[in-house]
T-cell receptor, first 114, second 114 residues
């Protein structure tokens, strides 16, 4: 079966632009997570979906960041008015039902804001 | 809040040496503990996990024991190989505390020389 996929694999944008990053979780997984990994650091939690709803968005750094999962499968992370400090690898993970179960990670989207 | 502290790298060892990577944590609830590995050019993969005190996770010759009394989850391997060269991340999931995202350490870069 396919793993978690993310598109695009790389994204270069200019400061102030809007970007969307897509995550396609493992089929049947109800829990979906977004993380951000800066160079030399571990991933930082951003948001967790259980089905269509955001169960925990405490990791979103500010209101420029928003994520949706309208049909309980694919999710999109949206970043408005990008800043150079947003440059990082954005990771998506999914698990069968959440609750501390194993999370399976995608390859990530490397975002560079110029 | 929850946090994970792991030894800084890089750690450089010769092939067949004994490996220990230290990991300690703080958590408000009763977390599950994980070790993830990131091989060069690849995504994060689960290496092993333990969900309660005194559990031992093991995989590919690696082991880690959940020690509640010392809040530790040290990773060990008796005889490392060049192919073990990677970045290792200790992580916890404190879903009992209401949050479900993983909290990661900063990662330890392991280099095994032939």
């Amino acid at each position: 079966g396919a793993g978690v996929s993310q598109t695009p694999s790389n994204k270069v944008t200019e400061k102030g632009k809007y970007v969307e990053l897509r995550c396609d979780p493992i089929s049947g997984h109800t829990a979906l997570y977004w993380y951000r990994q800066s160079l030399g650091q571990g991933p930082e939690f951003l948001i967790y979906f259980q089905g269509t709803g955001a169960a925990d968005d405490s990791g979103l750094p500010n209101d420029r960041f928003f994520a949706v999962r309208p049909e309980g499968s694919v999710s999109t992370l949206k970043i408005q008015r990008t800043e150079r400090g947003d440059s990082a690898v954005y990771l998506c993970a999914s698990s069968f039902s959440g609750g501390g179960e194993t999370q399976y990670f995608g390859p990530g989207t490397r975002l560079l804001v110029l | 809040g929850d946090s994970v502290t792991q030894m800084e790298g890089p750690v450089t060892l010769s092939e067949e040496a004994f490996l220990t990577i230290n990991c300690t944590y703080t958590a408000t609830g009763y977390p599950s503990l994980f070790w993830y590995v990131q091989y060069p050019g690849e995504g994060l993969q689960l290496l092993l996990k333990a969900t309660k005190a005194d559990d031992k996770g093991s995989n590919k010759g690696f082991e880690a024991t959940y020690r509640k009394e010392t809040t530790s989850f040290h990773l060990e391997k008796g005889s490392v190989q060049v192919s073990d060269s990677a970045v290792y991340f200790c992580a916890l999931s404190d879903s009992g505390g209401g949050a479900d995202g993983l909290t990661f350490g900063k990662g330890t870069h392991l280099i095994i020389q032939p």
